[in-house]
């Protein structure tokens, strides 16, 4: 009797490639494109990649640059100050008034009509160098006459919120990405070869695996995060941030890629290139590691989501990144009491953007998980 072979991503990828003339790349993208959220995911994804990018030129404002404290933020507008139509979009620039407010004691702010912003596209503002490299005045949206327009408002020491989170973006995906690369390497590295090699290896492999996952994180990372001098450089302590979310995050990663290697050493194929004289080596990079590729792309896409909240948490607490650096976390520090929330709510403008990047990988993870595996 003829042994059934089990189909596995690989095979069904040669299959395809004989009855269809398609990869299986070709394959999972046409899935893809089938799934309406897995495609808003992937276009909010690439969206948040170009904003990375180009942080400086979506920018309306300068970042650092101070305004006038707690600014509410500027509509835009259609109507001059007689409310009549007007084909230009404009803002009212916010001024100080005489007046005094009766709960704060701060001076009551409005708009100031006489002195109309008038908005455009692809306008001159603030000085930057685009990449870092090449200099340059152009923003995608501001003011015409090149003053700042605070959309979002502006925070205590008169910063625009939406240049800073724009910019905050970088960090807090650049500190997402680092720790997910660097678990999903570990993780599968040493998921495929635990599951692999089995024995006495395996064993205390999967304890220290255990070990790991008993951790109380949260209390663990603020210990840790809590030893580095308030003076240490701002790089240091990003990278032992980083280097703490990375010890810590691993070992799931690693438990599921073993799962799938006790399944996939088993398989026909597998055990025929050990029959051959194949060395481990080649098995696991040229045999298990094609296989398992498509269980840790959806991994990697879900595991995102959860260190940017992690991050964002960390940030509001304190134990993320310092200034100079902007990240949504620390930018949602002055939002620790419910009177500031009260008075300035649109400080919490950056629960916004990381809501907005939460869905964009979840979404993605999700279409990517039923193009990959659609039984």
């Not at 970042?63 to 006038?68: H, L, S």
């Not at 152009?138 to 910063?159: E, I, M, N, P, Q």
């Not at 296989?291 to 991050?311: C, D, F, G, R």
Request: aromatic share 12%; hydrophobic share 50%; glycine share 8%.
């Amino acid at each position: 009797m003829i042994a059934e072979i089990r189909s596995t991503p690989a095979a069904d990828a040669a299959a395809a490639r004989d009855q269809h003339g398609e990869s299986y790349s070709a394959l999972v993208w046409r899935r893809l494109k089938r799934s309406f959220t897995g495609m808003l995911g992937l276009a909010l994804v690439c969206l948040l990649a170009l904003i990375v990018l180009f942080a400086e030129f979506f920018s309306p404002a300068d970042p650092k640059a101070t305004d006038i404290a707690f600014t509410p933020p500027q509509a835009i507008r259609f109507t001059d100050k007689d409310g009549n139509f007007a084909f230009t979009p404009r803002a009212y620039p916010i001024r100080e008034t005489a007046e005094l407010d009766p709960v704060t004691f701060q001076p009551v702010v409005g708009p100031d009509y006489d002195n109309p912003q008038y908005l455009g596209f692809f306008v001159k503002g603030a000085p930057y160098r685009l990449l870092g490299l090449i200099p340059a005045e152009r923003h995608f949206f501001g003011a015409v006459d090149g003053s700042a327009v605070h959309l979002l408002g502006t925070d205590k020491f008169g910063r625009d919120v939406l240049s800073r989170a724009l910019h905050g973006s970088r960090i807090s995906l650049m500190i997402a990405l680092v720790v997910v690369f660097v678990v999903t390497v570990v993780g599968t590295t040493v998921g495929m070869m635990s599951g692999y090699f089995g024995g006495r290896f395996d064993a205390w492999t999967q304890r220290f695996v255990e070990l790991v996952l008993a951790f109380p994180q949260l209390p663990l990372y603020l210990a840790l995060t809590s030893l580095i001098p308030v003076t240490a450089p701002t790089n240091v302590f990003l990278a032992f941030v980083i280097i703490v979310m990375s010890a810590l995050g691993w070992a799931q990663m690693s438990r599921e890629v073993r799962g799938k290697t006790l399944a996939l050493a088993r398989i026909d194929y597998v055990r025929a290139a050990m029959a051959v004289g194949a060395t481990d080596r080649r098995i696991l990079l040229q045999h298990i590691l094609p296989n398992v590729m498509s269980h840790v792309i959806v991994a990697v896409t879900l595991a995102i989501p959860s260190v940017v909240l992690l991050e964002s948490f960390l940030g509001f607490l304190g134990f993320a990144v310092k200034p100079p650096l902007i990240s949504w976390g620390l930018m949602l520090q002055d939002t620790a009491n419910y009177s500031v929330i009260g008075s300035y709510p649109w400080l919490l403008a950056p629960v916004g953007f990381v809501l907005v990047t939460v869905f964009a990988f979840n979404a993605l993870g999700d279409g990517l998980r039923d193009a990959i595996d659609p039984y």
